[in-house]
C-alpha cells in the first residue's frame, strides 16, 4: 500500500469521505445505462413512423436488403420497423422503469448484476425484433423490390 501511495502519490484517505458520492453515482449510471437503449427505440420508431425518408437511402431510416429495392418495399420496412421498435422500446421502457425501482434497498453489487441481466434481455430482445423486420421484408418482398406475397398494405397520412 505504501509502494502505490508513493508511486502515484495517491491519499485513500481523502478518498473514503468521497465513497458514497461515488456509489451513488455508480447507481444513477447504472439506472441511465438501463434507460437510454429503450429510449432510443421509442425514438427511432417515432421517426421511422412518423417521418420516414420518402425513398430508399444509406443515410436515414432502417435499412434491409430486401426493404431497399422499391419505393414500396421501403416504405413497408419503415412502418414494420417502426411497429416493431416502438412495441419493444415502450415494453423495456416500462420494464425497466419498474427494475430501477427495485434499485432501492440493494447493495451495490446486487444492482450491477440486475443492470447486467437486463443489458443483456434488452439485446436479446433488440435482436429479435430486428430479425422480425427482416423476416417480414424478405417474406413480402424480393431483392428487386417486387412483391412476393401480397403484404398489407399502409394507408399514407394526409
Excluded: H
Aim: aromatic content about 12%; some cysteine.
Amino acid at each position: 500500500m505504501d509502494l502505490i501511495t508513493k508511486l502515484f502519490d495517491i491519499d485513500f484517505a481523502a478518498f473514503v469521505p468521497k465513497l458514497p458520492v461515488f456509489l451513488g453515482l455508480m447507481r444513477t449510471l447504472m439506472a441511465l445505462a438501463l434507460l437510454a437503449g429503450p429510449v432510443t427505440m421509442v425514438i427511432l420508431a417515432a421517426l421511422y413512423l412518423f417521418k420516414p425518408a420518402p425513398e430508399a437511402n444509406y443515410n436515414f431510416g432502417y435499412r434491409t436488403y430486401y426493404g431497399m429495392g422499391s419505393v414500396e418495399a421501403w416504405q413497408f420496412s419503415q412502418k414494420i420497423a417502426g411497429l416493431a421498435f416502438g412495441g419493444v422500446g415502450a415494453g423495456l421502457t416500462v420494464a425497466m422503469l419498474i427494475v430501477i425501482l427495485f434499485f432501492i434497498g440493494k447493495t451495490l453489487m446486487q444492482v450491477a448484476i440486475m443492470a447486467t441481466v437486463c443489458l443483456l434481455v434488452q439485446v436479446v430482445l433488440i435482436l429479435a425484433a430486428r430479425i422480425v423486420v427482416a423476416s417480414l421484408c424478405r417474406k413480402y418482398f424480393d431483392k428487386d423490390g417486387y412483391r412476393r406475397n401480397p403484404a398489407p398494405r399502409f394507408q399514407k397520412r394526409k
